[in-house]
């Protein structure tokens, strides 16, 4: 029987894009569904007053020879402007300044200057943290569907010897190789896994926080023109090769014949038929709306409700003089504004600061300026006090940055703001969530929540499917289901 597509993609967040973008190209029938006004989920872009912002990440993995992003655009024969930050991202805890760098070398040195007396906390474990992130990385090349296929007893018969520190770290967190007794050490430790995977040490899955802090001597970059320059060039590889988008649509639900998926239902009620379907829309979405309950297996659904709360995000957007800039700064801080105290709701801020260059995303002497700090999904009321709580936020916030930059209020020349809510409404993400699952070893790595899931003919993509959280690791799911359909069907 004739369908209407071979495949249809729920959502142009990084996943989906990717996903579409590449069978597009290996000449599958492509349609495209996204329920915004634009591509990009939570790494859109958006433009005021001469200033380019990102809407989310602003720093990121995965153009690193034979990274992801390499390989998606070199497939795609796409190009973008992009630049690798070495030693323009770190740390400032108390009157201390961390830079990141590729070379191990250097970085090591920098962990020595900043303690002398206690460097090795974070040094000694440093070469285990490498090689199970080499072996995470290496597996992901060989064996990027989990579970994978012929369950894990066959993955572990075939690779029983090289894989058993995998298993073995599975049930491990950071903690079990960082012993910090040093306070200052440990808070920076804490705040770098925290902004990554919503948990600190004693919380953070071992393989995750591998990843994590190893992640800079493979490189770390940005884009010029920020990363709606990747989201355009996916967007265009997608229409150039017959696909098709259609913008502010929303899928009503994903519809199932016999326990197989055959199409989707918008929410004016058009019935669109696909062979495959691939959801961008959360593992929350896709198994609690877009399905019905008794479409989704117990255990799942089980699952779904054992998941640890994620944590939102609540950004300023900044136009903002040159003149206000500290020496201090990099163009990418995680800055520490207390030593003792959690790491949200404005004691940690991460600061990014548009390179000084980059005229696509601020005028000449000006920088665009995106400030995060982590909240609690549950303290944002959609009510009435909303919009006082916002503004206190706001003015909290600009407080702290009075005592960062120089003579701040007077050289702001541009200030919009992001709560959860604001999230919720732009990718109907539940509660504004936009972090994926917080990494902790029950739901992480091999635990995770698969790329194939067990309705027939259903993928799902994003940062709350394996690998998790982050644009390359999104665009990494993308990768893997689109291989996975073009293995299947070609």
Not at 40 to 46: D, E, I, K, T
Not at 225 to 248: D, P
Request: charged share 25%.
């Amino acid at each position: 029987m004739a369908r209407d597509f071979d495949v249809i993609v729920i959502g142009a967040g990084i996943g989906g894009l990717s996903a579409s973008a590449l069978l597009a190209r290996r000449g599958f029938k492509v349609l495209l569904l996204e329920q915004g006004a634009k591509a990009g989920g939570c790494c859109q872009s958006f433009q005021r007053n001469g200033y380019l912002f990102d809407v989310g990440s602003t720093l990121f993995a995965g153009l690193e020879e034979e990274g992801v992003l390499q390989r998606i655009l070199k497939e795609l024969k796409a190009r973008i402007v992009y630049q690798q930050v070495d030693g323009n991202f770190g740390i400032l805890i108390g009157d201390k300044k961390i830079r990141f760098f590729s070379q191990r070398a250097r970085f090591f040195e920098e962990i020595r200057r900043s303690f002398p007396k206690d460097y090795r906390e974070i040094l000694e474990p440093y070469p285990k943290f490498e090689e199970l992130a080499d072996l995470v990385w290496d597996i992901l090349k060989k064996e990027p569907i989990f579970p994978p296929h012929g369950g894990y007893r066959s993955l572990i018969t075939r690779h029983f010897k090289k894989l058993q520190p995998l298993f073995i770290s599975q049930n491990l967190v950071a903690g079990n190789l960082l012993k910090i007794k040093n306070p200052e050490i440990k808070r920076l430790v804490d705040g770098y896994l925290f902004f990554n995977t919503q948990r600190e040490t004693s919380q953070s899955a071992l393989l995750n926080a591998s990843l994590v802090l190893t992640q800079h001597f493979k490189g770390l970059f940005s884009l010029r023109g920020g990363l709606q320059t990747f989201v355009l060039a996916l967007v265009e590889a997608i229409k150039s090769n017959g696909g098709k988008i259609s913008y502010q649509t929303r899928v009503d639900k994903i519809l199932l014949k016999k326990g197989e998926a055959f199409g989707v239902r918008l929410a004016n009620g058009e019935v669109i038929s696909s062979w495959s379907i691939i959801s961008d829309a959360t593992i929350w979405n896709t198994f609690e709306k877009l399905l019905d309950e008794e479409e989704v297996n117990k255990r799942i659904r089980k699952k779904l409700r054992q998941i640890p709360q994620p944590w939102g995000v609540f950004c300023l957007y900044l136009g903002l003089s040159e003149k206000a800039i500290p020496p201090k700064l990099m163009d990418f801080n995680q800055i520490h504004l207390s030593k003792n105290s959690s790491h949200w709701e404005g004691n940690t801020l991460f600061i990014s600061l548009s390179p000084l260059d980059d005229f696509t995303r601020a005028p000449q002497g000006k920088r665009a300026v995106t400030v995060t700090q982590l909240t609690f999904l549950d303290s944002w009321a959609r009510d009435s006090t909303y919009h006082q709580m916002k503004e206190d936020y706001i003015k909290r916030t600009i407080r702290l940055l009075e005592g960062i930059f120089f003579d701040f209020k007077r050289n702001i020349d541009f200030l919009d703001a992001a709560t959860p809510c604001t999230f919720e409404n732009h990718t109907l993400r539940p509660k504004g969530a936009i972090w994926g699952i917080p990494q902790v070893p029950q739901f992480s790595g091999l635990r995770g929540f698969p790329i194939k899931t067990e309705i027939k003919n259903l993928l799902m993509v994003g940062d709350s499917v394996f690998v998790g959280k982050g644009v390359a690791t999104s665009a990494l799911s993308g990768y893997y289901a689109a291989n996975l359909l073009t293995d299947y069907f070609i």
